[in-house]
C-alpha cells in the first residue's frame, strides 16, 4: 500500500468516525477512536451495504458517506452491548 493511499484512509476514517459520533449522541472516541471507528464502518458498510441492495458509488464524498452509515451502525450495536451488560 502507497503512502497516500494509507493517508487517505485515515483522512476518511477521521472524517466518518468524527461525523458518526456527531450522529449518535455520546459516543466520542477521540481522534485515534474516530479513525478506527471509521475504518470500520467503512468495512462494514463496504460489506453490508451491497448485501442489501444499497451501493452508493462515485468519489471521496460517497466513500466518506459509506462509511460514516457504517461507522453509525458500528456504534449502534456498540450502544446495545453496553446496554446490556
Known amino acids: 500500500m502507497a503512502i497516500e493511499a494509507l493517508i487517505i484512509w485515515l483522512v476518511i476514517g477521521a472524517v466518518a468516525g468524527w461525523l458518526a459520533g456527531l450522529l449518535v449522541k ?48 458500528l456504534l449502534l450495536v456498540i450502544g446495545l452491548f453496553r446496554r446490556a451488560a
Open 26 to 73: 455520546g459516543y466520542g472516541f477521540g481522534l485515534i477512536g474516530n479513525i478506527l471507528v471509521g475504518i470500520a464502518g467503512a468495512i462494514i458498510a463496504g460489506w453490508l451495504l451491497p448485501q442489501i441492495g444499497f451501493v452508493i458509488a462515485g468519489g471521496i464524498l460517497a466513500t466518506i458517506l459509506n462509511a460514516v452509515i457504517g461507522a453509525v451502525i
